[in-house]
């Protein structure tokens, strides 16, 4: 297929339908809106559901709904809307329905502000709603590889049973990019005969369906909550994705760094590189599961003096570095959540202080 | 002989956890009765609510779902649009619907979802141990009302048909109550006629219930139904405030 050029947000959409994805519920929110309005239109042109909930509380549940019942189904929202959406995210984890949240981040607490950040990482990866539960969380830097990361966000969810997140920040969303969109996914949902509540009458077995979260017993509680850890531990044992990026040679600093923010990070490596100054990256392309031992193997390495992390947050992923590197060498921290991101020079100053 | 009575196919063997004298089962049998008399039971879908019916998929042998506190319109909601031939109701309590769901409710039915609502306004959060509800009445004495009911500080109590009714889209809401042998005659006809029109794919509906809950009341059951007959039943009146023939 021959390449398009495409808008983040409308890409994303069109991922998801190619996912087979034909059931979309959303609130609008800047700077993701897009998404809701392309498929507005082309929902109805492949005969699939396009809804705009009342708010984002209601779009988590509406998505609860639609997954509990077996279908593929999405939404997309940004910071302050997946806030909402976090009650219903703890529901949907612990009843163990797939699903895929897209957040396109914008800057926060608050209202914020509508320009890009990944000021969001810990509420993707350590919780943002109740109780012991991982999104497996996907953050792609380009939209061709936005496109790839929502497509299979959906075969992910249905692997294990719990809903995806893809975390991309404003620029993902807003930027257009040339694309080419993979075949459309074939494979149809499986296994869900045994839990989906598709109606007695759509299935073989004479078993009826339960969807629920609560587990008044403590025994049965704990049980659950060590099946539901159990998966995540298969998840970091199996779903681990990252980039590096000139890491084969020696380096000095070996910078870690996701999303829009990597592609500055690769400039300012490679201007460093033309000064005679090697830095290595490594790329989470996955966020959780966490490259932690890719990054503890890297920072082991000899001529590596200290590990950066950069991000469009006051520090947030650099916890995981720090609890990736125990120690290693110093770590440090450098970013910005005001919706500038960060230009290469302003990253190489950074490590040209480190160096220091 | 044929038998003349007996259990609905679509309740389970299971003992219920309700109080002696609460409505919650009376209304459980009903919805059952309308489930096996419209042979749909292979296509429904419940959805419990958070409040003492939490449990009520445990006496039900349909498929059914478990909502977070007063989401279940907007969890029917993904299942009726993504799944239109399934026939789905949401369960309600006032605490559920009235109170912290009443943006789902409202704008579901608003929507003219074609799904059915229950609606157990039984005037007090029962599950948490009865304290004051939207639908609580007037100097009526709660866990958290201890004074009584003071309008001039809380307001009146929601009339939530009469509120659903005010919408233009074109639905079937209806209250009827549980206390009495006739009204529970009236309440079954007015389930079944809201699933009927969901079976059609006509509206979104909601039969509201009076109902009972003699354990936070403080009062004996025969009490009870008393209360609602003379302290309810005059503020929250019977009978249907709209249904699509209107428009
Ligand atoms: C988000 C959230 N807030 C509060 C609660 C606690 N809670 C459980 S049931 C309930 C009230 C139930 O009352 P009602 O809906 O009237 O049902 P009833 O028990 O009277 O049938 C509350 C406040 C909860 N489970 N979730
Ligand atoms: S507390 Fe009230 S509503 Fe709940 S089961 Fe008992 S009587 Fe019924
Ligand atoms: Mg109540």
């Given at each position: ?6 808008k983040g947000n409308e890409?994303i959409g ?12 959303a609130y609008p929110i800047t700077p993701q809106s897009e998404v809701a309005e392309y ?36 939404t997309t929202s940004s910071s302050?809307g997946i ?19 897209v957040n396109i981040m914008r ?7 509508i ?53 991309g920040?404003g620029?993902i969303g807003q ?182 | ?247």
């Open positions: 297929m021959s390449k398009v050029l495409m890409a069109e991922a998801a339908i190619r996912a087979g994805s034909l059931n979309y519920f498929l507005s239109r082309r929902m109805p042109e492949v005969g699939g559901v396009f809804l705009q909930g009342e708010s984002e509380v209601a779009v988590s549940y509406m998505i609860f709904g639609a997954a509990a019942c077996g279908e593929r189904v999405f302050p806030s909402l959406m976090s009650e219903g995210i703890s529901y949907i984890t612990a009843a163990e329905c797939p699903a895929v949240f800057g926060g607490p608050g209202l914020g502000g320009l890009p950040s990944q000021a969001d990482y810990f509420q993707a990866t350590k919780g943002g709603g109740h109780g012991d539960y991982r999104l497996l969380v996907m953050a792609p830097a380009s939209v061709q590889e936005a496109v790839e990361m929502v497509m299979q966000a959906f075969v992910l969810a249905e692997k294990y049973l719990n809903p995806v997140m893809i975390l920040d620029l930027m257009m990019e040339p694309v080419e969109f993979p075949e459309h996914l074939k494979v149809e949902p499986s296994n869900k005969d045994g839990w989906a509540t598709s109606g007695m009458d759509t299935r073989k077995s004479s078993h009826r369906n339960l969807v629920k979260t609560l587990y008044l017993d403590p025994g049965e509680l704990n049980a659950h909550n060590l099946k539901l850890k159990a998966k995540y531990e298969r998840m970091q044992r199996e779903e681990i994705r990252y980039e590096t990026y000139n890491l084969n040679g020696d380096y000095e600093i070996l910078i870690v760094s996701y999303g829009t923010m990597s592609r500055v990070c690769r400039t300012a490596i490679d201007n460093l590189k033309e000064s005679g100054l090697e830095v290595g990256m490594i790329r989470p392309q996955h966020l959780f599961p966490f490259p932690g031992q890719a990054i503890n193997d890297a920072a082991a390495k000899k001529g590596c003096r200290a590990v950066l992390s950069v991000e469009m947050s006051m520090g947030q992923m650099v916890e995981d570095v720090e609890r990736s590197v125990i120690g290693k060498c110093p770590v440090h921290w450098y970013g910005k959540c005001g919706g500038e991101v960060p230009t290469p020079e302003e990253v190489m100053g950074e490590i040209r202080k480190i160096i220091e | 002989m044929g038998k003349i009575f007996q259990k609905p196919e679509a309740l389970s063997d299971t003992i219920t956890h309700y109080c002696p004298g609460c409505t919650h089962g009376v209304a459980h049998r009903l919805i059952a009765e309308v489930i096996d008399e419209l042979g749909i039971h292979g296509r429904t879908v419940g959805i419990a609510p958070v409040g003492c019916a939490v449990l009520m998929y445990n006496y039900f042998t349909c498929d059914f779902q478990e909502a977070a506190h007063g989401r279940a319109p907007a969890m029917a909601t993904g299942i009726k649009r993504v799944r239109p031939d399934l026939m789905v109701f949401t369960y309600q309590g006032d605490g559920d619907l009235a109170s912290i769901g009443l943006s789902e409710i409202v704008h579901a039915a608003n929507r003219g979802e074609k799904f059915t609502t229950i609606f157990i306004n039984n005037a007090v959060y029962g599950m948490t141990g009865g304290q004051m509800a939207p639908t609580t009445m007037p100097d009526q004495r709660t866990t958290t009302s201890p004074f009584g009911r003071k309008p001039s500080e809380v307001g009146m109590p929601i009339r939530m048909a009469e509120l659903l009714a005010s919408l233009e889209t074109p639905g079937y809401i209806v209250r009827q109550t549980l206390v009495k042998p006739k009204y529970v005659t009236r309440a079954k006809k007015a389930i079944k006629k809201a699933f009927m029109y969901q079976m059609e794919n006509r509206c979104f509906s909601m039969v509201e219930l009076l109902s009972t809950c003699p354990t936070n009341w403080g009062m004996t059951p025969v009490a009870a139904t008393k209360w609602v007959e003379e302290k309810m039943m005059p503020y929250y009146r019977l009978g249907e405030f709209k249904t699509p023939e209107d428009d």
